[in-house]
């Protein structure tokens, strides 16, 4: 049975109990500030868990593309060298909300894992939960009772508090769960073992493994630990499919399934390495199997690598492919890119956004591999010096090694054995002490603390109203809570109905004013989404909750915001007509007072390009097109009129639509009724992100109006600056030619003295030796001498120039031997690093000349004794 049969009898299955198969939501999170990747089957369904929304559908099921890469067994520098655990990976699930539950979610994988995939059941044990005393919770009767229908009695272990009883979080739903093991050793393996499967259940054994886990929504941890039983029964279950695909094709790899093997293949054939020829090489080839899945699944929701929050989980995650290749198959050049068609062939089936998003994926990926190789490079030199300074330990600080680790990517055992190639070994001790500063740090950065919600009144499913209205009366406050939020405290309002946006779709969100109807007025300092949870971040909490309120948005400051917004679509309809169809919206951020947009372009805008762009989008604002926005389309209805949609995200079954003139899309932000009321807009840059990712910023209004005021009065003020002159460009050129001028005579009258200066230093040698030596212990112009030094280098023989001097408050070294002392073997770049410790510095240079600086001028004058003593 191929892995594609295995996904497709899964949720056949589970269509035929009368479950709606639903897509697979994006793997990187946008609303919901607890995650940044979807790593459970759940997460698409959390509001639902969570009370905020009423489901529509009371059964579903799915492949859910996952990302894990922290937590229980997902340690990311554990991934590759076990044959099971993964960064990505699917999830098959099946939910129930508030329809069935144990006994017919038991009965269901019973009937699937043996009847439809034919698992002998001998193989299979399941876990319940014996009861927690902490919590008041009893051995779950329930679950034990329906196992007993499929499995004896010792096949039926009883599981603790870690092992069965599921959390979403420190609070929220959760309940105890059921997870089904297998026991996939052969017979010879068990006989020599002589253990029962039983007793290796949640041991660890890479042979006696589970596939499936049933969870239990019953009931909901309160912040002050105890549980509160659910009013509805949900049920929530996941299983591994990579890992199901392994048993049942017979593997005990999941590496070895077709899951992986195609991948692994094309692997063996760009590295010339063959998959089971060796230890290292295997740990770098799952390595790179699985990491290249988690890459261009997440640059195909729309995350690219960067150096915060998920762009840098996914950065780290492709240097980590990229230094296995490097350092274990030779690869030094850029491979993981041609590893995407291959994907494709994979999973692109599956997962169409792959196929779609093929040329974005391998340039952004080729471009961070060219960038890290780099990297790398300098890193290695870097560790050179590190090793330089430790010569007399040959011992490496763990702080050195640590900042390889960090800023360069070097894994520990990468730093070690360059190390031990070279005669040194590593502080594991030190570097295990920074790298826990740093988990310290980013745990406090990260930590959240959320308190139980006061309710006020029952609801759910928030109505907005800012679409047609910026204030609204009569509005009921559901509940409140105070939230921690790296140290902060907030103070979170959820009302039954508001006008204020919450900040999604790259569009921040609303500020403004709560006044209860005792006339208390609560200040609204932003509005976020939590998931589908419209959420008002207040000042402070009211008086007296039950009270109505009225909401007023800041309109003014709304009316910015939206013209802004508006404005991408136009910008956006304006590239695809400059540039040509290809280009597609890969981000956005919009505020009041300007915006960016990210689109997909394989090269830089010229002068020309832009201002046509700023021309045409200026055109359509002058054309006062007004909003045409159709809210509750289908999105069969959608397409039909020409609304782009944008890859990455996730639309329910209906969608809004926003048409300015020309320009159509799927959009949930707030718009001006005209493009007119936009006013002017002034492109302020326009860069490069990303290989083909480029970034326009503009202005529109008043901020684009402010823009060429500012530029007015800086021409008004270079002419007067210039004498007053009408041709402002012409002056500028003159004056330029003049400056070319004295620059080229000043540089006459340096060369002059530093030839000067060339025949003072030779007149100054005193002989050592068989050497001549110039001993400088002050310089008034470092450059100069330098540059005497180097002509020096070349033309004298026997010469050595020793230089130790402060300029500027801080201590400087030169050292030179001339060209016949370096070709018998003299080194100017080691032996200043030597002295260069006395200043508490270091540099570096060329065997014939080097330089160093530091910070402690009170050792220039043992430097300069160590420098002369290597003549």
């Known amino acids: 049975m191929t892995s594609k049969e295995i996904r497709q009898k899964f949720l056949d299955f589970f269509a035929s109990k009368g479950h709606t198969v639903v897509p697979s939501a994006p793997m990187v999170v946008k609303n919901d500030p607890t995650l940044m990747f979807t790593n459970a089957g759940m997460n698409q369904f959390k509001d639902i868990f969570l009370g905020n929304v009423t489901p529509k559908m009371k059964r579903a099921a799915d492949s859910q593309k996952c990302l894990r890469v922290s937590g229980k067994h997902n340690d990311l520098e554990e991934v590759g060298h076990d044959t099971y655990h993964h960064t990505m990976f699917e999830m098959l699930g099946n939910w129930s909300f508030g329809d069935y539950f144990k006994t017919e979610a038991i009965d269901w994988a019973w009937e699937l894992l043996t009847e439809v995939y034919g698992i002998d059941k001998s193989l299979l044990y399941a876990t319940v939960f014996e009861g927690s005393a902490e919590d008041g919770t009893e051995l779950d009767e329930e679950a034990r009772a329906a196992w007993r229908k499929h499995l004896p009695e010792d096949h039926i272990l009883l599981g603790n508090k870690h092992d069965n009883f599921w959390e979403m979080g420190d609070t929220g739903p959760c309940g105890p769960c059921s997870e089904i093991h297998i026991d996939i050793r052969t017979a010879e393996e068990k006989a020599a073992s002589g253990i029962p499967g039983a007793e290796l259940v949640n041991k660890s054994d890479p042979h006696v493994i589970e596939i499936w886990n049933l969870v239990f929504m019953q009931f909901e941890r309160k912040a002050d630990g105890h549980l509160e039983s659910l009013p509805a029964k949900n049920i ?48 770098a080839m799952r390595v790179i199997a699985d990491h290249i899945r988690a890459i261009s699944f997440s640059i195909a929701d729309g995350q690219l690598p960067s150096n915060v929050k998920a762009g840098y989980v ?89 900042v390889l680790y960090d800023t360069y990517g070097f894994p520990i055992d990468l730093t070690e054995l360059i190390a031990g190639e070279k ?12 790298l826990g500063k740093q988990k310290d740090r980013a745990r406090g950065a990260t930590a959240n603390e959320f308190g139980d919600w006061t ?41 039954d109905r508001t006008p204020f946006y919450g900040e999604m779709g790259g569009e921040v969100g609303d500020t403004g004013e709560a006044i209860s109807a005792n006339g208390e007025v ?46 991408t679509h136009l910008l956006d309809e304006v590239l695809r007509e400059v540039l040509g169809t290809h280009v597609e919206q890969k981000g956005s951020f919009v505020c009041d007072k300007y915006f960016r947009f990210d689109f997909s372009h394989f090269e830089k805008l010229s002068d020309e390009q832009l201002r046509e762009v700023e021309r045409k989008v200026n055109a359509l604002i002058r054309a ?44 949930g932000g707030c718009h001006t009724g005209a493009t007119g009321n936009i006013g002017f807009f002034k492109i302020t840059g326009e860069s490069a992100i990303a ?44 004056m330029v030619e003049e400056n070319d001028g004295y620059r080229k005579q000043l540089q006459e009258i340096a060369k002059g003295k530093t030839l000067e200066l060339k025949k003072s230093l030779l007149a100054a040698a005193v002989p050592a030796g068989a050497c001549k ?14 540059d005497a030094a180097t002509m020096l280098q070349k033309e004298a023989q026997g010469l050595v120039i020793a230089a130790a001097y402060e300029t500027a408050g801080k201590p400087q070294l030169l050292l030179m031997y001339s060209a016949d002392l370096v070709a018998a073997g003299h080194n100017a770049g080691a032996d200043i690093r030597e002295a260069a410790k006395f200043i508490q510095g270091g540099g570096g240079g060329q065997p014939g000349l080097a330089t160093a600086g530091g910070k402690e001028v009170a050792g220039l004058a043992q430097a300069l004794e160590t420098l002369l003593s290597k003549i």
């Open 236 to 283: 929530d279950t996941g299983m591994g499919f990579e890992r199901l695909c392994s048993v049942l094709q017979g593997k005990n790899s999941n590496y070895d399934s077709d899951v992986f093997t195609g991948m692994l293949a094309r692997i063996g054939e760009l590295s010339g390495h063959k998959y089971g020829e060796s230890k290292d090489t295997d740990v």
């Open 691 to 734: 290989a083909g990712i480029r970034r326009i910023e503009a202005v529109t209004g008043e901020e684009a109006e402010a823009l060429v005021y500012g530029l007015q009065d800086t021409v008004k003020g270079a002419r007067a600056l210039l004498g007053g002159s009408p041709d402002l460009g012409e002056a500028v050129r003159k």
């Open 522 to 567: 609560i200040k609204i300092l932003n509005t976020v989404k939590e998931n589908t949870l419209t959420i008002h971040i207040a000042d402070k909490l009211p008086a007296d909750g039950s009270a109505l309120f009225t909401l007023k948005v800041d309109a003014a400051r709304r009316a910015r915001i939206a013209a802004n917004h508006s404005c």
């Open 624 to 667: 006062n097109h007004p909003l045409e926005e159709k809210r509750d389309a289908t999105m069969e209805e959608a397409q039909a009129m020409g609304a782009i949609a944008l890859f990455g995200e996730k639309y329910g079954d209906s969608v809004r639509v926003v048409k300015f003139g020309p320009s159509c899309e799927l959009c």
């Open 423 to 434: 005669g040194y070994t590593v502080d594991l001790e030190g570097f295990q002490v920074e």
């Open 314 to 402: 996914i950065r780290r995650i492709l240097r980590r492919a990229v230094r296995y290749g490097y350092t274990f198959l030779g690869s030094t050049e850029p491979f993981l890119c041609r590893l995407v068609p291959q994907l494709i062939d994979d999973m692109g089936e599956a997962y169409p956004e792959l196929k779609a998003q093929q040329k974005l994926i391998e340039n952004v990926i080729r471009e961070e591999e060219a960038a890290f190789l780099r990297t790398l490079d300098r890193g290695i030199k870097l560790l050179d010096d590190y090793m330089a300074k430790n010569v007399a330990t040959r011992v490496l600080p763990g702080v050195d090694a640590f």
């Open 455 to 495: 309710v006020y009144n029952e609801g759910e499913d928030v109505q907005f109203t800012g679409y047609d209205s910026t204030e609204l009366e009569g509005v009921r406050l559901l509940k409140s809570r105070k939230v921690v939020q790296k140290n902060k405290e907030m103070l979170q309002l959820v009302f």
């Open 773 to 786: 030596v110039v001993k400088i212990s002050e310089c008034d112009d470092p450059v100069m001498l330098r």
